[in-house]
Every structure is written in C-alpha cells, then in structure tokens.
C-alpha cells in the first residue's frame, strides 16, 4: 500500500511534468496553427471574392461596351447600305432618264428623215403627176400642211 | 508436480522475494517494505506507463503520425469526456493529469496482467523459468490506496472550494429539517465511506476474478491425468483465450470506471448539488 501510494505518486509526477505537460503544449500549438491557417483561409477567401466581384464587374462593363459597338458598326453598316442602295437606285435612274432622252432624240431625228425624205418623194410625185415642177416653197409648205395633220410627238411617245 | 492452486497466486504475490538467495524483506518501523512480486508489478506498470507517456509525447510533432494520432484520441477524450463532462473547468485543469494518470496507470496494469512473465526463476521446471499472469490491480493493497487518493482528493477538493463548514453543510440538504438533517449527515458519511470500500473492490475483485477464472481453467488442465479425460483439453484451451478476449474487455472498462468515478466523486465535492 506504501509502494503504490509511492509509485503513483511519483507516476503522476512524472506524467505530468513530461507527458501531459509537452503533449498539452503540442496540441495547443497545432489549434493555433489551424486558426491562424483558419484566418488566412478566411482572408483569402475574401480577397477572393472582392477580386471575382470586381472580374464580374469589369466583364459585365466589357460585354456592354462590346454590344455598343457591334450596335454602332451595324447602324453605320446599315447607313452605309441605305446609301450605296440609294446611289445605285438614282444611278440607274439617271441612266434610264439618259436613255429614254436619247430615244427620243433619235426618234425625232429618225421621225425628221422621214419627213424629209416623205416631203422630197411627195414634190417628186407631185411633180410626176402635176407633169409641173412646183417650186420647192410650195411643196414645203404642202407637206407641212399634209404632216401638221399627223401627230409624230405621240408616234414618237407611243414607241417609247 | 506439486498440485496447483489457484488461490495461491495471489498469496504468493505479496510475499517477499528473494534473488540470489538473498530476502527481499524490509521493514521500516512497523512498516513492510518487502519487495514482493506484487511490488514488481507495481512498477513494471508504473514504468510501462511512463515510457509509453514519454515516449509518444517526446515525439509528439505538430503533424502527429497514427500513433500520436491514437494517443492524443485518448488524451482528448479523458481530458473532455471523462474529467471535463462532470467538473468545473477550473477544477477539470487541475485534476486532469490525476485522473489520466490514474486511467492509464490502471488500463495498462490491468493489461500487462494479461501478459505472462516469468517469475519464480529458482522453482522453475528444469531452471526453465515459470510464466504466470498477475496484475498489480488485482490486489486489494494497491486498489486501496488508489481508492484512498481519490478519497483524500475528494474532500481535500471540496473543502477547499467551498469551505469546511460549506461543505459538510452540504452533505444534507439544505431544504430538510434538522432532525433529519443531522440522520442524512451520518448516512452521508456511511456512504462516502462506502465509495471508498465500492471503488477499491470494485477493480480488485474484478481482475482477481479474471485472473481466478483462467487459473481454475489451467488448473483443471493439469488435473487431467488420464488418456480418456484428454479430449477436454481442447475445449478448455478455448475457454482460456475466450476469457482472456473478455479479460481485455474488462480491463479497459475497469480502468475507465474508476478514472470516470474519481472524477465524479471529486466533481460532485467541488460543485455541490442539493
């Protein structure tokens, strides 16, 4: 009974001072080592987030800028259409008009050859038939009378 | 061949030894201070622990390793589960490393009492030393004065937290009256003393059971003399391992019961609850 109470006594001393006592230690710097990795985690997951919110931001401003500009070049796109429609419809406006002048003129210089040539045939006939050469005012002024009756402006107009 | 006594075992334990032909017998005053097998005991267990102690935590890193791992388990678990469950954390500071202690020291003797070691080394068969079982916990001596520390530690606690008088007051409930209260203060007394019987016996009786079981079990082997009987030993070998399976069992259920007790009864003495 003596031994034992010796024998534990000086165990628990023991144990105390050189187990219990360092392990303690060991164990309490292991928690502060989790709560300060802990804390840092916590820091940087912070950073973390602030940085991804700002990344977010940043796109967010990015694509709005992006969609301005694609709006901008298909408004200055479509303008630009409008514009190289609009020249080739006024273009081809002018070439008809250009055409449709010349049509005419050259009807009315067609239509004048005719007459003139109708006018000379009609002083031949006239002349033939007459067996007398009237003079080339008289003739003139017949064929005008005959032609004035014919209106070559809608001839000319309806062969357009 | 001497016949085997099972009983003997533990008589014999607290004989003193001899080595060389020289007693191992000491006394100081009225005191026995032999050196017995059971003294041995004592220390192997005592030693054991300590080297176990020291050594896991000597190299306890911060990192810990599986053994470190395991051991810090058991730290923890006695240090929050069966002394800072039903103490005051003040009180569970200081009286940690006592019952620690106390746990260890008592699971690793209950073990090492499972462990055969050679003993008798001048009686052996052929100087072929004898290798017995024996556990320092199973002698009512050491459980007594286990026992009594924690008895000491629960009034020594008690008084000092809540005065002398504080505290015996609080041995009866305030709310009773003081007929009966003086009645509860002397059955209270009884019981205090009876822990201190409960807890010592409680951990001798149940290894020294242990140990008598598989003593009757190898005694009954060695009763067999005849051919015919032989086909019994088979069986009771079986029984041998299945109690010393269950012995293992028990020796750590024991030693958590009088480390979660100790806490308990000096727990309650600090922080009285009528």
């Known amino acids: 009974m003596i031994y034992t109470l010796i024998t534990f006594g000086v165990l628990l001393f023991v144990l105390k001072r050189y187990a219990f006592g360092p392990l303690q230690a060991v164990i309490d710097k292991r928690r502060e080592a989790i709560n300060e990795s802990i804390r840092h985690a916590e820091e940087m997951n912070r950073n973390a987030e602030r940085l991804l919110a700002e990344y977010r931001e940043s796109v967010a401003n990015a694509k709005a800028e992006a969609e301005q500009i694609v709006d901008r070049a298909k408004k200055v796109g479509e303008d630009q259409k409008a514009e190289i429609v609009g020249d080739a419809k006024a273009q081809a406006q002018k070439e008809v008009e250009s055409a449709r002048d010349q049509i005419q003129r050259e009807t009315r210089k067609a239509l004048q050859e005719i007459k003139d040539q109708v006018a000379d045939l009609t002083v031949l006939a006239a002349g033939k038939v007459a067996g007398k050469a009237i003079t080339r005012e008289d003739h003139l002024r017949l064929v005008d009378e005959a032609l004035s009756e014919v209106d070559f402006d809608q001839l000319g107009a309806g062969g357009m | ?274």
């Open chain 2, 1 to 274: 061949m001497s016949q085997l006594n099972p009983a003997d075992e533990f008589t014999d334990a607290t004989k003193p030894l001899s080595i060389a032909g020289h007693s191992l017998e000491f006394h100081i005053g009225a005191l026995d201070m032999s050196i017995s097998k059971a003294v041995v005991y004592l220390w192997i267990g005592a030693i054991i622990t300590a080297l176990i102690c020291i050594g896991i935590s000597k190299a306890a890193r911060m990192l810990p390793d599986r053994k470190q791992t395991a051991f810090e388990g058991l730290y923890e678990y006695v240090r929050d589960t069966l002394v800072g469950a039903v103490m005051p954390a003040g009180a569970a500071v200081t009286w940690f490393p006592y019952i620690a202690s106390l746990f260890l020291f008592i699971l690793i003797s209950n073990i090492i009492g499972l462990i055969p070691l050679p003993f008798n080394l001048a009686e052996g068969f052929h100087d072929i030393p004898e290798f017995k079982t024996y556990a320092a916990t199973a002698n009512i001596n050491v459980t007594i004065a286990l026992a009594a520390i924690t008895f000491v530690a629960t009034h020594y606690s008690g008084i000092k937290a809540n005065g002398p008088i504080g505290y015996f007051k609080g041995w009866a409930p305030a709310t009773a009256p003081p007929v009966l209260k003086q009645v509860l203060l002397v059955l209270h007394g009884i019981s205090e003393i009876f822990r201190l019987v409960s807890l010592s016996v409680r951990l001798f009786a149940n290894l020294a059971a242990g140990h008598l079981v598989l003593l009757v079990f190898y005694a009954m082997i060695l009763m067999i003399q005849s051919w015919a009987l032989s086909v019994l030993i088979a069986p009771l070998e079986l029984g041998v391992v299945v109690v010393s399976l269950f012995e293992i069992f028990v020796a750590l259920i024991q030693a958590y019961i009088f480390a979660i007790l100790s806490a308990v009864y000096i727990g309650g003495a600090i922080h009285q609850e009528h």
